[in-house]
């Protein structure tokens, strides 16, 4: 197979897609035990307070009003988690 160029390096194709596949398989395992949903106190505890109330307004987490408590999906705050984000927006 090919090469893939980066800024810093030349990586092997197949060795991109090993780690790929690889960091996949972690985060799978990782997250395997979650709830598909989680309390409003559970999630400003797991990923801070601040950064759920600014996914919140921005749009990219869904607030789930049950009676007596708000819940948030625990895949979509993962995925928030892990994704780099422009905090001058």
Known sequence: ??????SDKCVRYSTFLNDVAATVVHMLKQDAHDPEF???NKAFAM?????VER?????KV??????GKVEYR???LRLLQ?????YFR
């Open 1 to 6: 197979m090919g090469w893939l160029n980066f």
């Open 38 to 40: 989680i309390s409003q």
């Open 47 to 51: 990923f801070g307070r601040g950064n």
């Open 55 to 59: 996914w919140r307004k921005q749009g």
């Open 62 to 67: 869904t607030a789930y009003k049950r009676p």
């Open 74 to 76: 625990t895949a979509d």
């Open 82 to 86: 892990r994704t780099q984000q422009d």
